[in-house]
């Protein structure tokens, strides 16, 4: 997407969305560890949505028009099921004040006010080369219906108008930055990271990173101060770590590192050049409760309802099937791999990806521990705060809007 | 798309929009009639703006957001002219009224209660099938720049939710119906339409035609009447011939009919049966001026604030070039002839087709003469009244809508 200038400025992560179609190496069918995210977070949702959302009190409501988003949606289903749970529990709790005029919802919203059916538009966001098509094409029956429109661009930037969603909703997005750190791929900086392709086993390296997600969740929640009505929600689901762990303690990062370490054994053997692996990293970010909870406060324009975390996925018991593992990493990172590499050594890489896990389970051991296990994914319920409070013009240079 | 109970209804023409991508024989490369439509109608657009869209005006406008469709935009680039030709007038327009205090525009709406700058979002409607990725891959800067949505879904059905539409705009698309009557594919039928493609030489088939449009374009202004803002607008471009002319009067009529017997030239040398061309339909028609004004009337949302008729290209002066003619025509019916024939017809079809217009070139007599020619465009620019004011429950049967 470009802005009224016409300059393009293409970030790494804004041109390479999840996998499209419905081959077998797409997204929409290796997404199986997010769907169990959007399963265990589904009476979450419906909690916070049916405690915190005030569907009459908006006051940019003065329809019966309610507008969700869902921010980093890629292709489904997992967004299709998040978006029926969603419209699901707003009417629920429509009709739950229209039935008990004497409940304490009542109350505060008399029944009179309330318009009697409410009309849903869902916007589906996710970056530019997103397979909407194939989104569009699979959208599945939906009570209660809605009406669908596909945003394109990165929602580190606004991608909506002022005050015009009323719930912004993102599921396994938010850890995917908008870039790779710069000083991470510059040679001769002392944070250049030659030989790997993530900050496992680096302090320095991790800074860049933390400060990088640091500068693209700024953008985030500034966009969405914007765009969420006042009295709007913001519900999160992201991958995080606990407070204080070293990268290197979760499994995720030392999966990571595995990668990283498949691309050099295949620049040793001459299949790729040493110069490839050492300029290419993977812009994901794992942050902890505190940090997140830090990023927020700095914005000032979200009440934050409720933050806890939670593991979407039962503690081992056996060790995963690796080439699904790998599989499933797939079709999150295929475009980028292709666009660095080339495709020619796509599937040799994944091939060695899982036979490398199955060499090395110790990266799994903290996952069959409930007692030790440090990594979770993090539900935050966040209310857009009535008039301008936060911290911050929100007014800015809309050079940085993701305007077309 | 389908609706709550997930029947799925799926007419002729919904499934099979314009040629998508960008190769050779792609709409966005084979679209410059209807380019010339975009460029003749500028100064109509641009007038009708200025002349009757009340910003400040409506209702459901508190904030600073103007809202904007392109019915039918196809992949661009032609949608993309359009828009900004219309944002540019509507910029116009407000920046007139705030830096001449004493206009008559800024009489009736006092400066002060108008925001210092406007938020656009641009919606691009078309078919489900159509190439949302390629439209959104292609997307060139604007000024003023706009938030964009991809909206999939027939325009004869509700796309959008209530009052959300400032301006909802659609060139070259109304001339689509949402199928090909039912009757003229009925073999038992004294309408059935053997042998030939379109209603050029047959009274009870354009009969049976027109009715279909009547149905499509009550379906089209009660959905419009519902989604557009109370003195919000509606800017219509279609073709058109006039009031009382016969289709074999007219040249595309012809065009047509000649496309109908290549296909029955290849069914007599058994490249195709016979049954398969008696079964296939144009699902096109071009109304007339007095017919599309009763078709607006009836529905009675609308005022209409402007009707003329306009022709788009200069008088000819020589014979056009059949190829671009046929692959122009290519680009918008093969999604149609590859599902109804086979993909491997289509080639032989519009070559014969092109030859079959240099061995007949009387069909193009009448657009040589200035005084004689009887098709143009129609332009209208309609202002949804104020109030339930016309004919019809506009709440009707939700299953109707184009509800995912």
Redesign the interface.
Known sequence: ??????KKTMAVGESYPMNGGDGPYSYSRNSIYQREVVDASKSMITEAIFDNFDIENSP?N????I?IADLGCSVGPNTFMSVQNILQAIELKHKTIQQNPTSPESQIHPPQAQPQTL?????FNDL??N???TL??T???????????????SFHH???????LHVAYSSYALHWMSRVPEEVVERDSPTWNKGRVHYTHNAKIFEAYSAQFKRDMEGFFRARAQEVVEGGLLLLILPGCQDGVLPCETSASLQHDLFGSCLMDMAKMGMISEEKVDSFNLHLYHTSPMEFRELIEANGYFHIEKMETFIPFPILKELPNFHELATHFRAAIEGLITEHFGSEIVEELFERYAEKMAQNTYVFDDLFDAQNIKEFMIFACLKRKVGDEGNGDLHFN?EE????
Chains 1, 2 share one sequence.
């Open positions: 997407m470009s802005n009224s200038n016409g940019s003065r329809l019966n028009t507008r009309e849903f538009q869902v916007f530019t080369a397979d909407f098509n569009f094409m959208l599945p029956p939906s009570s209660p219906p809605y009406f669908v429109a596909g945003v394109p661009g606004r991608v909506f108008p002022e005050a015009s809309s809007n993701q305007f077309c």
